[in-house]
């Protein structure tokens, strides 16, 4: 009966344990970064694709935003077809990405739902609740006024 019990409470330890986790944001450089770090910064998930011509435009854009706004915003890029580490590294050099990319999608971490469609930006606020998600490709002005508070 005892080995029964502390099966159970084991189980029930582990259950909670996975399903509270702190979400935690893998960068391609091995960086570990937990999601409750970021908090008092805006933090934007960019889903992109290599084959999707939308995506590859607003590179451009969110470069810049990312230059211009580091010191209150974390923006991360998620490859959408989830390629290899060496293809990822490939991809984000070749195509200039400056903004930090994840090795791992944090989707089911931070219960985003299925990304039905590329590109897709997620926008948390600075207390790290969803505000808003952007689909299609973005601008300078665009990303800016979504990570604009009043």
């Keep these: 009966m005892r080995v ?4 159970i409470c084991f189980f029930v330890f582990a259950f909670f344990t996975s399903v509270y986790a702190e979400p935690v944001l893998m960068t391609l450089k091995g960086d570990k970064i937990p999601f409750s770090s ?3 910064k805006w933090v934007l998930i960019n889903y992109w694709a290599s084959w999707c011509n939308p995506c590859l435009d607003e590179i451009k854009a969110l ?6 706004r580091k010191s209150d915003v974390a923006l991360f890029a998620v490859n959408f077809d989830g390629p290899s580490l060496k293809q990822q590294e490939y991809l984000t050099k070749k195509l ?6 994840l090795m791992v999608d ?3 971490e931070l219960q985003l739902g299925h990304v039905r469609g590329v590109p897709a930006t997620f926008v948390f606020d600075p207390d790290g609740n969803i505000k808003d998600i952007l689909y299609g490709g973005q601008t300078l002005a665009s990303l800016n006024e979504a990570t604009y508070s009043e």
Excluded: D, V
């Design 38 to 40: 970021l908090k008092g």
């Design 96 to 101: 200039n990405i400056s903004y930090p990319s």
């Design 63 to 68: 470069n810049q935003f990312y230059q211009a």
């Design 4 to 7: 029964r019990l502390l099966s």
């Design 106 to 108: 944090p989707g089911r």
